[in-house]
């Protein structure tokens, strides 16, 4: 791989609403407005060379691939490692509690109810992008969602994860060479092995 887009998923009837969803077995699609972000996105991307699309496993991330990415033969691949985070008894729940608890626990502290810790996810995210650059094709466009590339952004800024991040708009692209997403999936590999929330 030589270069890489990110974008998140357009808005879902769930993001909308301000509750979570980390089950990708649960059918959560774009809202009207999701799908217009999404082929604005693919707009976005028209003169850009494509040669391979990532989603995650959801269908908010997927259909944003298909609407984006409608009418040009980019062959895709989905990748569990890049799925959202786990949320465990906050599934289905207002993410402010989930961000409640969050906040007020450390990032190795494991969700309850099945759910992943923060540094957990981020290794995760690590493997995922890690996958990705070892891709053989030069040019991935990655549709997945607010958590892995925020702290992607994030570490390229020289920052590590921190217990409250800001949000990622929709379906905007977020252009990154291959060393950049290199360099920035080293810092988070480094701070999963030792996490302790940025201040």
């Known amino acids: 791989m030589d270069r890489v ?11 909308v609403a301000g509750i979570t969803n980390g089950d990708p077995t649960a059918h959560v699609v774009l809202t009207p407005t999701g ?6 996105l693919g707009r976005e991307l028209a003169d850009e060379p494509l040669d391979l699309c990532v989603t995650s496993e959801f269908a908010r991330a997927q259909e ?17 490692d890049l799925n959202d985070i786990r949320f465990g008894e906050f599934e289905g729940r207002p993410l402010t509690d989930y961000r409640a608890w969050a906040h007020a626990h450390g990032p190795e502290d494991l969700c309850p109810g099945g759910g992943e ?7 995760r995210y690590a493997q995922g992008y890690r996958t990705i650059l070892a891709r053989p094709e030069a040019s991935v466009l990655v549709i997945a969602h607010g958590l892995p590339l925020r702290y992607v952004l994030e570490a390229i800024e ?11 708009p929709y379906a905007e692209p977020f252009r990154l060479s291959a060393r950049e997403l290199a360099q920035a999936v080293d810092r988070l590999d480094a701070w999963a092995r030792s996490p302790a929330w940025a201040t």
């Open 35 to 40: 799908r217009e972000e999404a082929r604005h």
């Open 158 to 168: 020289g920052r590590n994860p921190a217990a409250a991040v800001a949000q990622v």
């Open 117 to 123: 810790s923060r540094a957990q996810t981020v290794a």
């Open 5 to 15: 887009v990110l974008a998140r998923h357009g808005e879902s009837e769930r993001s």
């Open 64 to 80: 944003t691939a298909e609407l984006a990415l409608e009418g040009r033969d980019v062959p895709r691949l989905v990748l569990a």
